[in-house]
């Protein structure tokens, strides 16, 4: 007589269970049903996509063995996911999934079992006390107060405050920063790790970059040690991993990273991620990382305006007790455009000047100390080249732009063009206005407002905008 399903799943478990920790299999194994069995093919509802991946991840060469010992060599499984559909609605979906057909594996694909056998070495951990203590590698300075709000950040910001307040159990997780270099990456999930410490003093917090992260692994593999090393970065409760655009190429690190995340997400963990690029973008990283990057929040760090400079830059004076003439403050704003460590930088430089040479800090001095800092770093954008970029990304003529056309691509590419010529250039509003066929300053914050709403509301948009701001910055180096 044929056996049911019940009666196949319950003899594979019997076995399962004599293998696995008992609360793996609590996890791993007791939430799923079977559901049919047709020929050699048995079909399990689980939970979720995740949970699918994961069984597919760790458990399919036990899954193949028993399947096999009970329905004979040609068994397969196939798995029904309860698809979570989204926000609000709660009827669940089902989607069928083919498992991999139990393909095997060579050594080197396995997965990393959870269990530890050796006691932990790790240069994190605080040797001699008896509940783990991990250095968090924070650096204080790093804070949410000492990090300005402005346009260029308010979103990401703000989630970074939420994830600080409630770790690992908002919808923002992973929590991925991306933007361009020094527009404050680290110093935010910096600040999100200290708040977090703050808060929650009883949270394992650790700030690690992905440099490290990687050398670390290859230390472990050399000493055959990947468990403790997978062991240990699943024993944290917040995970800051900073430039994730170095695991490119760094495939089985990545495989590490991808067990570490499936653990953390899983139960409950926060993990912040930053990148010089949207994640879409980073070649090289595997695609089921990537795929785990989007469950969460992605949000960029934009250039910030010239308030949210000067706003940086007072902050910084008043924090190091500098004082300086406000038209230099303003000079420096002006000037230094795209990249908030050569904000810094320049003051410095111009400390530095002033103190070597027992010379009060004027604008003329301002001046000669940029000269050299504004020509190696970034050249004059100007209106026109930002029209010309604009005109070519959205195929619009240079001549459209600049009359009174009121059809909407022409609208909104005038729009973006004006907001990018306040961002790059140091000009007023009403010279922008002027460029475009002699509108006036109004026009130009009515833009301005019009894309940073737009911004808000359309992904879509929001991404055309990104990419032209790259284009220009590129234009700028
Ligand atoms: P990234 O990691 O993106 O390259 P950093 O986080 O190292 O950039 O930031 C570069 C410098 O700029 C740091 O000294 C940081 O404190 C400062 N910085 C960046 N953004 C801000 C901000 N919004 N407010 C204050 N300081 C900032
Ligand atoms: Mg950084």
């Known amino acids: 007589m044929q056996k049911t399903h019940e009666q196949v799943w319950n003899n594979c478990l019997a076995i399962i269970r004599d293998i696995v920790e008992w609360q793996h299999f609590k996890t791993w194994f007791e939430p799923i049903r079977p559901v049919a069995l047709k020929d050699n093919v048995l079909t399990i509802h689980v939970p979720s996509q995740f949970f699918y991946e994961y069984l597919e991840e760790h458990y399919v060469n036990l899954l193949a063995k028993t399947l096999k010992r009970e329905l004979g060599k040609d068994a397969r499984l196939e798995y029904r996911i309860m698809v979570d559909s989204g926000s609000g609605g709660n009827k669940p979906l089902t989607m069928d999934v083919a498992g991999q057909g139990f393909r095997t594996y060579t050594n080197n694909e396995m997965d990393f079992p959870l269990v530890i056998h050796n006691p932990l070495k790790n240069p994190f951990v605080i040797p001699g006390l008896k509940k783990m203590q991990v250095d968090s590698q924070l650096n204080p300075i790093y804070t949410f107060d000492s990090f300005v709000e ?143 990057f989007r469950w969460g929040l992605s949000a960029d760090l934009q250039i910030p305006d010239y308030e949210t400079r000067m706003e940086i830059l007072e902050k910084k004076m008043r924090n190091d007790g500098l004082e300086m003439p406000k038209e230099v403050v303003k000079y420096i704003a002006y000037n230094i455009q795209t990249n908030v460590r050569e904000l810094e930088g320049a003051l410095i430089s111009l ?19 940029l000269r050299n800092f504004i020509r190696t770093t970034s050249k004059e954008v100007t209106i026109e080249n930002i029209q010309k970029m604009v005109c070519d990304f959205y195929d619009v003529s240079y001549d459209k732009l600049l009359q009174k056309t009121r059809k909407r691509e022409v ?67």
């Open 150 to 292: 402005g346009d260029c950040n308010r979103v990401v910001r703000r989630a970074g405050k939420t994830v600080a307040e409630k770790p690992g159990t908002t919808s923002f997780n992973p929590l991925v920063i991306y933007g361009g270099v020094g527009l404050g990456k680290t110093h935010l999930a910096q600040a999100i790790g200290n708040e977090v410490a703050r808060l929650h003093p009883n949270k394992v917090v650790l700030y690690v970059s992905s440099e490290k992260f990687i050398n670390q692994f290859q230390d472990h593999s050399r000493n055959n040690a990947i468990n403790d090393f997978i062991h240990f970065y699943q024993l944290i409760d917040v995970l800051i991993i900073d430039d994730i655009q170095f695991f490119s190429r760094a495939e089985r690190t990545q495989d590490a990273l991808f067990a570490i995340f499936n653990h953390l997400h899983q139960s409950g963990k926060q993990l912040i991620l930053t990148s010089d690029k949207p994640p879409k973008d980073l070649e090289g990283v595997q695609e089921r990382l990537l795929s785990r």
């Open 411 to 477: 609208v909104q590419a005038r729009q973006i063009t004006m907001y990018l010529a306040k961002i790059f250039t140091k000009n007023s509003l009403k010279t922008i206005g002027e460029h475009f066929g002699g509108r006036d300053h109004t026009t130009v914050i009515h833009s301005c407002q019009t894309v940073k709403d737009l911004m808000d509301t359309d992904p879509i948009f929001r991404e055309n905008v990104i990419e032209l701001q790259q284009k220009v910055q590129l234009a700028a180096l």
């Open 351 to 369: 400390l530095a000047q002033s103190s070597l040479n027992k010379r009060d800090i004027d604008l003329e001095l301002a001046k000669k100390v």
